[in-house]
């Protein structure tokens, strides 16, 4: 018996951990890992070393690394100044591939691969594409990745570099993911979906670790997170969860949710009509049917967070302020969370003084450079 | 009395730690900084945090960080297995602005804003541009940065993103120099030389403290290092003799010296003339006149190392192997320490089944994509 099974984050129903398996049998919810044999539970040491996190692996020798995670948090004194508040930022721009995404996609392959997963498919908007490209290489596997052809031309380059087969989508985000579905029917080529995969967010997890040390045990009382399918989102609740299983922690962060008013499925409180759908910079976060929608929801209730959705003018602004007031050169997606953060300092769901964490999703050297 | 000054590398001559004092005023030699005062000595802990490490400020508070080096090792499996070696990388790449420079950059820039400056200029062939740019702003300090028009656009407009006046130079990078030299001359702005500030190589001295650790106190045989001005090259061996002193080391690695066939006053042992140098792929190294040349070959008779020069297509062909058989990838510069490896083995330099680490010192997201 295995140490961890899929459990339907909907009727809660178990299934075996199938790679193929992705959805729910019984009611098309999407599942996530449950660990269920704590005998044979396989830990991975993560936030330098101290804390223990269960994975979904037989062993620490399947696990693939190219040196993801243990990104920095600094401190940023001018927006702090400018909002009194204490703002800090992780610089997940910073793991090998450019973005957050290497966390989940090194759990995610580590897991298909120790299952004998030699060839997948991946949809992306390029960032979670560029990484499955370089881990599945490593991996020694074959990857088809799926990304719209109005993707940046550095995106679309990156996942090629590293070898995969590139298959460019003359079409938006979801028409992109709806082309991997198909080319994937009917073959036995795994289906490695970012957006679907169990396993993914057992990656994502170790940055809510990494902060409980980053902040000395002490959480930051607020966490702003651009949210397009919602998996590092819901990767740094699944860590605050288990921590204070383990009573590590008491009180947990306010998890904020921020999306562009153009594609705002999770912000515009169930008003969202897909149809009205329009293009945003923030190309990570174009997702108008995000899967894990509800999963989402159920975090912004549990945590107090807030769901916020801001304009594109506003996540241009901040892509160049955070360069020129902090040093710090983020991607579109990233900058919407600062567009975020000023709308919630405005609407007082963050008071003065109170501590903010941002998550610096992307690389600005990965995406379209502002004028 | 400071706890350090400056000291000619060649006529040994002291001089006060002024900023404006790059070069010694008897012989023109470069300058490096000696501590000569342990009392008043400062310290920062580098590598994980277990290793002290004499910086040249006068308290740790006056340190500007943007989450700079502890930059992860990867083991290089394939490579590995193609050379019959034990090859590992440095991720450089995975720092702030995409290269090694932060480290170098972080310190001078603490150090000059520790002394009050306010005004910096600063040539470079894009990568030390960038991190001069973000780390400036950071320090409220305004930056000039001078760039070869040529130099790739992602690293000019990274330049900019950050708020650096960026002059464009329509020339080599040595005429990016002298026209970096014209513009400060007779100003009261200081040149903030990556080549040329002491202070620069107290911060890549950091990369060596960290392998100590790296390699759980057992150092690799074999540090293969792209050069161009040698900063790196000289930051990591300034290091090892530290650690040596310390009495921490015995053994040294070969620091081995890789350069461009195109631009190679080192590899090409004194027989190079700066007249017949040609354009090269790798632009962080293509210097005709590196300030710092003596001191580079002092180190490769110290340390055992060999001076080597690629060819523009085993630079190129590496970029893509590196990307393909590791998933890691680089700029052109970074892989022609690659194309150095591989001569260095076919040349016995290197012989089977020694350990061999490679500092991957920038990202291929800042330069030309390869066709």
């Given at each position: 018996m295995s140490h961890y099974e899929f459990e339907c984050t909907e009727c809660f129903r178990s299934h075996k951990a199938d790679p193929q398996t992705l959805r729910c049998e019984t009611c098309f919810g999407t599942l996530s890992v449950k660990y269920v044999n704590s005998k044979k539970q396989v830990n991975t040491l993560v936030g330098g070393g101290t804390l223990e996190m269960p994975i979904p692996l037989c062993s620490l020798s399947e696990y693939l690394s190219?040196?993801?995670?243990n990104t920095p948090v600094v401190s940023m004194p001018n927006i702090s100044s400018m909002f009194e508040v204490e703002a800090h930022a992780?610089?997940?721009?910073?793991?090998p591939t450019g973005s957050f995404k290497d966390r989940g996609t090194a759990m995610m392959i580590s897991a298909l691969k120790s299952k004998g997963v030699h060839e997948i498919v991946e949809d992306s908007s390029g960032n979670a594409g560029a990484s499955v490209s370089a881990y599945s290489t490593r991996a020694g596997m074959k990857a088809h990745i799926f990304a719209p052809l109005s993707a940046p031309r550095t995106k679309l380059n990156q996942i090629k570099i590293y070898g995969s087969v590139l298959h460019e989508v003359d079409g938006s985000r979801d028409e992109t993911t709806e082309a991997a579905e198909k080319f994937v029917k009917n073959k036995s080529i795994v289906y490695a979906s970012h957006n679907l995969s169990p396993f993914f967010i057992e990656g994502t997890k170790t940055f809510g670790y990494e902060i409980f040390n980053d902040f000395d045990r002490e959480m930051p009382e607020n966490i702003v997170v651009p949210v397009g399918n919602g998996s590092l989102y819901l990767g740094i609740w699944k860590a605050l969860e288990e921590l204070k299983e383990k009573r590590l922690i008491k009180t947990l962060p306010k998890l904020h949710c921020i999306q562009a008013e153009n594609v705002n499925p999770i912000a515009s409180n169930n008003t969202?009509?897909?149809?009205?759908m329009k293009s945003t910079v923030a190309g990570g976060i174009?997702?108008?049917?995000?899967?894990r929608k509800l999963e989402v929801q159920s975090v912004l209730r549990q945590s107090g967070g807030t769901a916020n959705s801001v304009k594109e003018a506003s996540i241009v602004e901040w892509q160049i302020k955070l360069a020129k007031y902090e040093g710090l050169f983020c991607e579109p997606t990233s900058a919407a969370a600062f567009a975020g953060l000023e709308n919630l300092i405005n609407g007082k769901q963050i008071d003065k003084n109170e501590s903010v964490l941002i998550p610096?999703?992307?690389?600005?050297?990965?995406d379209v450079f502002p004028e």
């Open positions: 190219l040196g993801e995670g992780k610089l997940e721009f910073m793991n969202w009509n897909k149809s009205e174009a997702v108008g049917s995000p899967p610096i999703t992307g690389s600005g050297l990965k």
